[in-house]
């Protein structure tokens, strides 16, 4: 468990969060190399399959990072989002998954430090949390770090 | 449509528990309009019950199928190159789906994976509202187009009764009282006198009462 290095999925939308990951690149913000990016057209094209998959792949904590609440691109997509992670985090607890393990975040595509920021703060969440209970299962309790590969 | 609702993956993993492969079968039809079991839905369950059971330390195999429709036998015939490599059988659809899976399938288990809850029309998105029961003798063409057997706590042929309060029906507020759209409707109509005509009893034979009901059509049926 002291080795555990968590495997986060980041559903990152296009306009704004991906954005903003490319500014803390450049402004040389450092954060978790634990984060996938999967990138979006808008954080609302994310669908529940996306996220339980994602868990069911072994992830120990996913996220969804969209616009600033106001400022989709698409209106009110962020909003969508929100909604839905609220929905999928339920159906999490009745899987037995605890539903911090899933989280939606908001940030503008200037926001560099905030993603940063988000990933690190996820990251340092989840490694407190522990491997998710299908990570563990899929890959042993001993051999956690053995995941990067099947995701 | 038939609309349902999906049944607590507790209840759902203790009908599977005793068996190793499962086929999980959805359907194209009213189920997947009101997301319940759908493609989708199909996809989210077998996630679901695979973690679920991961988690427990049981090993289900969950294979997956949508049907155009479940209600239909000529589609349910698509599910005889898989039956045979499965344990029992897990159906998303309707309690109609369910029951034709089983009247095709003799020898294979049959589970419902939702609660089929009734006919209904869509209020907006993600809200659905009975509008409907199947009664046999359709009067909305008396009531101004709004179904007081559907939407009445009390099924009154003569409403409203004393507790409609301000549109509202007594069991809720959030419960539109029938009789008072019927009136908003009639009103609306210019057909105000249709109001105080009497409606005799209803004769509930045709809605069910005379037992299971069955449409033959003879120019159709083999």
Known sequence: MENFEPVIVAFCCHYCAYTAADMAGSQRLAYPANVKIIRVPCSSKVDALHLVKAFEKGADGVYVAGCLEGDCHFKNGNARAARLVENVQKYLDEIGIERERLEMVMMSAGMGYRFAQAATEMTEKIRKLGPSPIHVALVGKENTSQLTGII | ?222
Not at chain 2, 28 to 44: F, I, P, Q, S
Not at chain 2, 65 to 88: F, K, W
């Open chain 2, 1 to 222: 449509m038939i609309t349902a609702e999906r049944k607590p993956l507790e209840e759902l993993i203790e009908y599977l528990k005793p068996f190793k492969r499962v086929l999980l079968v959805g359907c194209n039809e009213c189920v997947t309009v009101c997301a319940a079991g759908g493609r989708k839905e199909v996809g989210l369950l077998a996630s679901g019950l695979h973690m679920a059971m991961l988690k427990s330390g049981t090993n289900v195999e969950i294979r997956e199928h949508t049907l155009e429709r479940q209600c239909d036998p000529e589609y349910v015939n698509e599910l005889v190159s898989m039956i045979d490599g499965v344990d029992a059988v897990m159906s998303m659809a309707c309690g109609c789906g369910v029951q034709e899976i089983a009247r095709r399938f003799k020898d294979k288990p049959v589970f419902p994976a939702v609660n089929t809850k009734f006919m209904g029309a869509s209020e907006r998105q993600g809200v659905w509202s009975e509008r409907c029961q199947g009664c046999g003798d359709c009067l909305l063409g008396q009531t101004g187009g709004v179904c007081p057997i559907a939407r009445c706590a009390k099924q009154l042929m003569n409403g409203p009764c004393g507790g409609s309060t301000g549109g509202h029906c007594e069991i809720g507020d959030d419960v539109d009282c029938a009789w008072a759209l019927i009136w908003e409707r009639l009103k609306a109509l210019g057909q105000e006198e249709r109001f105080v005509e009497i409606t005799p009893a209803k004769d509930w034979r045709p809605g069910g009462g005379a037992g299971p009901r069955k449409i033959i059509r003879e120019d159709l049926a083999e």
